[in-house]
């Protein structure tokens, strides 16, 4: 179990919060989801460091796409946390509009799509040098020759 503890000043206007996360006993090869929508507003709010306003106007814009359970409510993942972050980090530290924000993270996104496809398009090409490879050898001395060869039977 790993526990988390949040701790500020304990009055009727800030009570302490206390947040657990708990993991299941996971195999070697299992890695945890960072893309499971599975935290409320108010938990997302909380670890971001920000209002669930605050949260439901970048839904708005489009900043985050949370979930959605059956009844309206929006699930947040620990991917889209550390997205809010760096919004937050964004328009206060370094004076970008919400629209430049948008504009930067779709940006972002478009450079890891490419990426992605290069990635791709490489690992194709590895494969395909390896096959030319395999058939080179194969074909060994036999390999296509320029050579013109006269045949004559016995006579």
Known sequence: MNAADRTGPSDANHPRVRIEISYGRRGPDE????DAKILA?????ELAGMHPQTLRQYDRLGLVEPARTPGGGRRYSARDV???REIQRLSQDEGVNLAGIK???DLEREVHAIRAEAQ???EELQRARAQLAELR???GPFGRSTDIVLWR???
């Open 153 to 155: 039977g016995e006579q």
């Open 82 to 84: 550390s997205r809010l």
């Open 41 to 45: 507003i108010s938990a997302a709010a």
């Open 120 to 122: 791709a398009v490489l």
């Open 103 to 105: 504009r930067i993270m």
């Open 31 to 34: 890695d945890i989801d960072f």
């Open 137 to 139: 050898a194969v074909a």
